[in-house]
Nanobody, 125 residues
Framework: QVQLVESGGGLVQAGGSLRLSCVFSGRALGDMTMGWFRRAPGKQREFVGSIAWSGAGVAYGDSVKGRFTISTENAKNTVYLQMDALKPEDTAVYYC??????????????????WGQGTQVTVSS
């Protein structure tokens, strides 16, 4: 059974940093892509970024480019989302997702069949 478990959310002031973690279990990751999405109150789910587990590529949403960084720790089946220079508009529930294999990284949440439970990130002004 595939499971994704996120951690690391919390409350931070604008300009601060947080690192989210997502641990994947239940099948081999080799050809899969790990993604991060977020949903703010009253808004649609938004693509934050994704990384191919093989290391073939990484992509970010326009609103987080240059501030957020995705990385992996293969030995721990863990993907990280380092969030710097946080803004109040980054406040959302952040979800880890897994899917693939993809010919190229997918920005669409519907392409990812596996999801974590979400972790709340709140950025105060």
């Amino acid at each position: 059974q595939v499971q994704l478990v996120e951690s690391g959310g919390g409350l931070v002031q604008a300009g601060g940093s947080l690192r989210l973690s997502c641990v994947f279990s239940g099948r081999a990751l080799g050809d899969m892509t790990m993604g991060w999405f977020r949903r703010a109150p009253g808004k649609q789910r938004e693509f934050v970024g994704s990384i191919a587990w093989s290391g073939a590529g990484v992509a970010y949403g326009d609103s987080v480019k240059g501030r957020f960084t995705i990385s992996t720790e293969n030995a721990k089946n863990t993907v990280y989302l380092q969030m710097d220079a946080l803004k109040p508009e980054d406040t959302a529930v952040y979800y880890c997702a897994a899917g693939g294999p993809f010919a190229r990284i997918s920005f669409s949440w519907s392409s990812y069949p596996y999801w974590g439970q979400g972790t709340q990130v709140t950025v105060s002004s």
